[in-house]
T-cell receptor, first 113, second 114 residues
Framework: NAGVTQTPKFRVLKTGQSMTLLCAQD?????MYWYRQDPGMGLRLIHY???????AKGEVPDGYNVSRLKKQNFLLGLESAAPSQTSVYFC????????????FGDGTRLSIL | GESVGLHLPTLSVQEGDNSIINCAYS??????FIWYKQESGKGPQFIID?????DKRQGQRVTVLLNKTVKHLSLQIAATQPGDSAVYFC?????????????FGRGTQLTVWP
């Protein structure tokens, strides 16, 4: 019953460093999403993917890149971390795009100093 | 654009009482709604969903009511338990929106007192 697994769970970076957040799902879902959650802001969509090899921009894509080389994995990269990217990052997946709930991982808590 | 919001940011109830969490939306094209529960340090967990062709849907101890006339959604939790303490989000998507994107409200913090 793994569902959506995110690694790492916590990370502290210095400004300008790079890192990759990994999301893996074992539900054979086509659609995958990356969100960030900030106090008082709710969940905001960063990037999403409608299938292996495809990615697209969401609401707040600047400063992030993504890749979906395998159906079960969706990677979120920060090339040059900035303090404004301090947040909790959630990955989600769904079977199809309409009328189905998205299933979330437990998040990565990222602090940029 | 779509907007999803909540009337109350916090709700405190006594154990055993019923809880009602409200949500308003503004897009009349919204046709799919979800309630999520988020416990501290965890990701949002799906509770129940409802489509716009329904007014009410029941799950285990939870009921979602949809009033399309006033664009209002509510989550009712029966016999609230301490384990129900969490932040509850509503989310909606609209016909014709890109990817069937979900738009999330900011959440209501439910606290259950013994």
């Amino acid at each position: 019953n793994a569902g959506v697994t995110q690694t790492p769970k916590f990370r502290v970076l210095k400004t300008g460093q790079s890192m990759t957040l990994l999301c893996a799902q074992d539900m054979n879902h086509e659609y995958m999403y990356w969100y960030r959650q900030d106090p008082g802001m709710g969940l905001r969509l960063i990037h999403y993917s409608v299938g292996e090899g495809t990615t697209a921009k969401g609401e707040v894509p600047d400063g992030y890149n993504v890749s979906r080389l395998k159906k079960q994995n969706f990677l979120l990269g920060l090339e040059s971390a900035a303090p404004s990217q301090t947040s909790v990052y959630f990955c989600a997946s769904s079977y199809r795009n309409r009328g189905q709930p998205q299933h979330f991982g437990d998040g990565t808590r990222l602090s940029i100093l | 654009g779509e907007s999803v919001g909540l009337h109350l940011p916090t709700l405190s109830v006594q154990e055993g009482d019923n809880s009602i969490i409200n949500c308003a939306y503004s897009n009349s094209a919204s046709d799919y709604f979800i309630w999520y529960k988020q416990e501290s340090g965890k990701g949002p967990q799906f509770i129940i969903d409802i489509r716009s062709n329904m007014d009410k849907r029941q799950g285990q101890r939870v009921t979602v009511l949809l009033n399309k006339t006033v664009k209002h959604l509510s989550l009712q939790i029966a016999a609230t338990q301490p384990g129900d303490s969490a932040v509850y989000f509503c989310a909606e998507s609209a016909r014709g929106s890109t990817l069937g994107r979900l738009y999330f409200g900011r959440g209501t913090q439910l606290t259950v007192w013994p």
